[in-house]
């Protein structure tokens, strides 16, 4: 089994930043991907943004050139920088980690942001 402890959420005011981070441990396996969804109330779970072990990243439309994923790989940790946020963006966000070429998947247990005035 793999655990996913995220952090790092919070209330921020529009413009504002956030840095989320997620931890995972277990039975950690490579290689891996690792990134960030988010669910709005009322709306479908979407990808954020996700990265491999060799630096590969992948983010959404609405998020590029505002958010940066990042990963310590010795750390078997992802970070979500998130900048100049906009009221879209509250969501619940949570953490995922995806075998690669290994049918195996795990979630956090979400952390919510907020952003208002």
């Known amino acids: 089994q793999v655990q996913l402890v995220e952090s790092g959420g919070g209330l921020v005011q529009p413009g504002g930043s956030l840095r989320l981070s997620c931890a995972a441990s277990?039975?950690?396996?490579?290689?891996?991907?690792m990134g960030w969804y988010r669910q709005a109330p009322g709306k479908q779970r979407e990808l954020v943004a996700a990265a491999t072990s060799g630096g590969s990243t992948n983010y959404a439309d609405s998020v590029k050139g505002r958010f940066t994923i990042s990963r310590d790989n010795a750390k078997n940790t992802v970070y979500l920088q998130m900048n100049s946020l906009k009221s879209e963006d509250t969501a619940v966000y949570y953490c995922n980690l995806k075998g690669v070429g290994v049918d195996r998947e795990y979630w956090g247990q979400g952390t919510l942001v907020t952003v208002s005035e």
């Open positions: 277990g039975s950690i396996f490579s290689p891996y991907v």
